[in-house]
């Protein structure tokens, strides 16, 4: 198994800011994995990040808004810019296990006031 | 890509077993079944993933019918820390062969004592 740790796990900002999340891997992975979750709902896939190249948006997400970085095989970040309270949300990275099953960390709770 | 339906919210009596049904109609030959759970505030756990036999691990056993249209995932003895929000996850494979998750609403299992 993948052991994922995200900072921040959480932060309050204002409306119109960026922030920049981070997640660290305890292994080398091929493919990273950027999640979303609205208060009270199911989790949507932003994208997906390789190493080396440039990331995979899903429908509805583009990357001037959720700009994302994949340095090396342990480290990602996404960053949410120019934010507004409709970004409030839970963001959450994840990686692949050998198996197929997908590793989630923590997340980390964003609030935009 | 294969939908599953979840029912919403199911109740489940400490120490026994509980059973979570999905129903997966429109899968693919190539598509597994996974199942995941998202204790609350937490990032979601895998626990069982199948592609037409059943298995066990020490997390839970999943039934998948002989035509694949549903799978009942099953925890033996249910306890107070099982109470989640499990996901019922068809195995999608986009034009990049990310394996990328798509995740449902859920069914929202509260073990009750």
């Known amino acids: 198994s993948a052991v994922i740790s995200q900072k921040p796990s959480r932060d309050i900002c204002q409306r119109g800011t960026s922030l920049t999340i981070q997640c660290q891997v305890d292994?080398?992975?091929?493919?990273m994995f950027w999640y979303r979750q609205q208060p009270g709902q199911s989790l949507t896939l932003i994208a997906t990040a390789n190493q080396g190249s440039e990331a995979t948006y899903e429908s509805g997400f583009v990357i001037d808004k959720f700009p994302i970085s994949r340095p090396n095989l342990t480290f990602s970040t996404l960053t949410v810019s120019n934010m507004s309270p409709e970004d409030s949300s839970i963001y959450l990275c994840s990686v692949s296990g050998g198996g197929n099953e997908q590793y989630f960390g923590p997340g980390t709770r964003l609030t935009v006031t | 890509d294969a939908k599953t339906t979840q029912p919403p919210s199911m109740d489940c009596a400490e120490g026994r077993a509980a059973n979570l049904p999905c129903n997966h109609s429109t899968i693919s030959g190539n598509e597994y079944v996974y199942w995941y759970r998202q204790i609350h505030s937490q990032g979601p756990q895998y626990i069982i993933h199948g592609l037409k036999n059943n298995e066990t691990n020490e997390m839970a056993s999943l039934i998948i019918t002989e035509d694949r249209k549903s799978s009942t995932l099953i925890l033996p003895h249910a306890t107070l820390r099982d109470t989640a929000v499990y996901y019922c996850?068809?195995?999608?494979?986009?034009?990049?062969?990310?394996?990328?998750?798509?995740f449902g609403q859920g069914t929202t299992l509260q073990v009750k004592p």
């Open positions: 292994s080398q992975v091929t493919m």
């Open positions: 996850i068809v195995r999608v494979k986009g034009s990049s062969n990310t394996g990328k998750l798509i």
